[in-house]
């Protein structure tokens, strides 16, 4: 069974577009997280929602906007993306706050052409 | 800002050594710690956490926390090759905020 998974492992698209990347986990955490890991491998996070609850916003363009259905899924929409966009972005998970282990989805590999 | 700092080497050690990666960190209020690896094109994985100073083991590896330094280690005893991939360090930063902030990785290379 997998724990954290994410949707699509692939994207590549045009500048412009506007793209969504799915996220679903299914180990009853309360917390899950949207990171994003540039070219040098520097993972960072973006959002984190606890119980459908914005708890973590980061500095990032307001084009980035996540959504929280429910407590296991948490969606990513990019608008207008850009050519820096490009990245992989890992979903994660843990039972409550930043303190406890978080575990991550298989990534997405984005890449804006 | 707080940060975490590492090594980003790349640190090559042959099969059978010790393999140490080490961390910084800037913020004196963190309580936990984390390292975690991460191979070639996948997710990263839990490799160990530690909340309290000292040391703690697990197999192969062992964490150390000094929190007075503000430093915490990964000793990894007899490196095999496949344990040979980039390894994160990273600290919940408290405050209310409570989020992991990751350092920059360490990429390990162990040589058969």
């Known amino acids: 069974d997998t724990a954290v998974s994410q949707t699509p492992k692939y994207l590549v698209t045009q500048m412009g577009n506007d793209k969504s990347i799915k996220c679903e986990q299914n180990?009853?955490?309360?917390?899950m997280y949207w990171y994003k890991q540039d070219s040098k491998k520097f993972l960072k996070i973006m959002f984190s929602?606890?119980?459908?609850?914005?708890?973590i916003n980061e500095t990032v363009p307001n084009r980035f906007s996540p959504k929280s259905p429910d407590k296991a899924h948490l969606n990513l929409h990019i608008n207008s993306l850009e050519l820096g966009d490009s990245a992989v972005y890992f979903c994660a998970s843990s039972q409550v706050g930043g303190g406890e282990t978080q575990y991550f989805g298989p990534g997405t590999r984005l890449l804006v052409l | 800002q707080k940060e975490v700092e590492q090594n980003s080497g790349p640190l090559s050690v042959p099969e059978g050594a010790i393999a140490s990666l080490n961390c910084t960190y800037s913020d004196r209020g963190s309580q936990s710690f984390f390292w975690y690896r991460q191979y070639s094109g996948k997710s990263p994985e839990l490799i160990m956490f530690i909340y309290s100073n000292g040391d703690k083991e697990d197999g192969r590896f062992t964490a150390q926390l000094n929190k007075a330094s503000q430093y915490v280690s990964l000793l990894i005893r007899d490196s095999q090759p496949s344990d040979s991939a980039t390894y994160l360090c990273a600290v919940n930063i408290g405050g209310g905020s409570e989020k992991l902030v990751f350092g920059k990785g360490t990429k390990l290379t162990v040589n058969p």
């Open positions: 929602y606890n119980n459908k609850e914005l708890i």
């Open positions: 180990l009853g955490h309360d917390t």
